[in-house]
């Protein structure tokens, strides 16, 4: 996580990586299809995993021995070879060999196989996060002037999340040999840099845990709807997640309870007996200005740059505070 922190603190002098490039997706149509096919052959053996399974209860063996020889029969077959197990569960048909029956005769009704391809052809490739590596992508999809066709935009932390996007949309079958990299990149553009901001944010929430439950909460709730686009919320739980901090350090300085007052005057009534590093300092007073605009001047608008300003400002405040106090 010390790269994803590194970044968290530093958008502009980290950087981010992009990548840009088309793929057809009519080829999921045929995949969903092949997989049912499949179902439908696998059926046919049923009968003898019911044999198998019958025997394991009377010898009292674990269940896991059956779903072990159903997994192995499947990889039998081609399309499962072929399509990765990552796959599948990006499909939603993880467990299809856990009731290869139920599968086999739902999947193979024309409009199931039709549903199916329609509702994953849109979400199929949206936004992640990689707690293996760790890493996040921010993708943004656009269609093109031919059908069926998406330009996808991909916006990661590090090397490794990109490359791993990119093999896993190559490996997908029929539609993997449709890639066609458009362009590829490393930014410490502003534009391109704070656009994976929100996701590394949720990434490390995930991983700290130290951080006291209702700073986690503040903190995640401004993810959160910064992710529905309803910016001036987001703005506002971020602010109260550093005025918890603030409250606290001046209860620590001043022994007795903070003022009921707004984040600007409290943080002015801390600042008097506290150190902050510059770096922080501006972090509070990012969050503040976004909360004024947010709040004070409400019949204007406010967008995603307000509300990642906060988030930002938020993040760096909450990651020093962990540290100091």
Request: charged share 30%; with cysteine; proline share 4%.
């Amino acid at each position: 996580m010390d790269y994803v922190i590194k970044y968290l603190s530093n958008p502009l002098k980290t950087g981010v990586y992009n990548s840009k490039f088309t793929v057809e997706f009519s080829g999921l149509e045929q995949l969903f299809r092949e997989i049912a096919g499949y179902a439908e052959k696998s059926k046919r053996r049923s009968t003898e995993f019911i044999k198998t399974a019958d025997e394991v209860r009377e010898r009292r063996l674990h269940l896991a021995y059956i779903v072990q020889k159903l997994d192995e029969a499947l990889r039998e077959l081609v399309v499962f070879r072929e399509c990765p197990r990552e796959i599948l569960e990006f499909f939603g048909l993880e467990h299809i060999s856990k009731h290869i029956e139920d599968v086999a005769m739902e999947i193979v009704r024309r409009d199931i196989i039709h549903e199916l391809y329609m509702r994953r052809r849109r979400s199929v490739l949206d936004s992640c996060i990689f707690d293996e590596i760790p890493d996040v992508a921010l993708v943004e999809k656009t269609e093109t002037d031919r059908p069926n066709e998406l330009l996808i935009d991909v916006t990661t932390v590090k090397e490794g999340g990109m490359l791993k996007f990119e093999e896993f949309i190559k490996s997908i079958p029929h539609v993997g040999k449709t890639f066609n990299q458009v362009s590829k990149r490393r930014s410490f553009s502003s534009r391109y840099t704070f656009q994976p901001y929100a996701l590394a944010v949720k990434l490390w929430l995930g991983h700290e845990t130290a951080l006291p439950k209702d700073l986690r909460d503040f903190l995640s709730g401004a993810v959160r709807y910064h992710f529905s686009e309803e910016w001036r919320t987001s703005i506002v739980l971020s602010a109260i997640t550093v005025e918890s901090m603030l409250a606290d350090i001046y209860e620590e300085k001043f022994k007795e309870y903070a003022p009921n007052v707004p984040l600007g005057e409290l943080y002015y009534k801390v600042k008097d007996k506290t150190d902050f590093p510059p770096d922080i300092a501006r972090a509070i007073e990012i969050v503040n200005e976004s909360r004024i605009a947010a709040v004070h001047r409400s019949r204007f608008p406010v967008s995603d740059r307000e509300a990642t300003n906060a988030l930002y400002g938020a993040t760096t405040f909450t990651m020093w505070y962990s540290s100091n106090f």
